[in-house]
């Protein structure tokens, strides 16, 4: 049996591992809460954006906020854009994600884009190379995904692989095309029946130009809500395991408790069998 001092440094640092998974369950509780938040008021500001749009556009193509660009100078392959997590807290959640897109790439068709660099590090460990690499941002508002947006606009339809929160104990991953990403946004809101043309407002520098902007600007809130959306499973995902981590964690510290109090008894008794015993051997001595 292990000494009980032994016993009760293990069980002071299974209690320092029983604050720092609780700690991280309050963390990504109270970031999955800010993070609906910016949603809710991102979305409304897609909703009066989208009005504007379909008020403005001719047809029913999303272009990307492609104006100038001719169709022979586009990167003839789909582009598939990862969002990952930073690191390995979020559980398996990244291995599934990959597992996802590796279904469908084709290095001779697809170009990768990785966000977050735990994606990066599973991609490199089967061997599969990527075009480019962007950290997830740490911050969970003011997001600049310009840089994302040049790339995308260089490929002829681009492809999202990200984590979708369903709930707080369930979380899924998901590929989407990004058109449809902006469209799916868009179908949600309601429609004005208002017409904006040339008749009716004077347009600097265009039309199209206007038009070629709002698709930019949809664009990159899309994308950010995607960012957000794999946040949120990926918060969501960590909390989970911290839950489980706490409660392994709480448990091994109830058990190294019960352990260190047996191996006090233990020597408690010990003791007391050698006093006994050392006073029997010394009746037995004074008597003879």
Do not use: C
């Not at 599973?122 to 997830?136: E, I, N």
């Not at 309601?190 to 347009?203: A, V």
């Not at 709480?250 to 408790?257: E, I, Q, T, Y």
């Amino acid at each position: 049996m292990r000494r009980p001092k032994e016993i009760s440094r293990e069980e002071d640092l299974m209690g320092t591992l029983v604050e720092l998974t609780s700690a991280f369950e309050g963390i990504a509780s109270m970031r999955i809460a800010q993070i609906k938040d910016q949603v809710v008021q991102s979305t409304n500001f897609f909703n009066d954006l989208w009005n504007i749009y379909t008020q403005l556009r001719a047809g029913n193509v999303f272009s990307f906020g492609r104006v100038k660009e001719k169709p022979e100078n586009f990167i003839d392959k789909e582009l598939l854009i990862i969002i990952t997590s930073e690191s390995g807290l979020s559980g398996d959640i990244d291995q599934k994600l990959v597992e996802l897109m590796l279904k469908t790439h084709n290095r001779e068709t697809n170009d990768i884009i990785v966000i977050g660099h735990h994606g990066a590090q599973l991609l490199a460990q089967r061997g599969v190379a990527y075009k480019h690499y962007f950290k997830l941002p740490k911050q969970d508002n003011n997001i600049n995904v310009e840089p994302v947006e040049r790339l995308v606009q260089q490929y002829r339809t681009t492809k999202l692989f990200y984590q979708q929160y369903v709930s707080l104990m369930s979380q899924d991953v998901r590929s989407i095309e990004l058109s449809s990403a902006v469209e799916q946004r868009g179908s949600a809101t309601s429609k004005s029946d208002d017409i904006i043309s040339t008749f009716n407002y004077i347009f600097e520098p265009s039309v199209h130009e206007l038009a070629a902007h709002l698709e930019r600007s949809m664009m990159q809130i899309a994308l950010v809500q995607l960012i957000w959306e794999s946040k949120l499973a990926q918060y969501a995902s960590r909390f989970r395991a911290m839950t489980a981590s706490h409660e392994r964690a709480d448990n091994d510290k109830r058990a190294l408790h019960i352990e260190f109090n047996r191996a006090q008894r233990s020597i408690k008794d010990q003791r007391l069998k050698e006093v006994i015993s050392g006073l029997k051997k010394s009746r037995i001595g004074s008597g003879g």
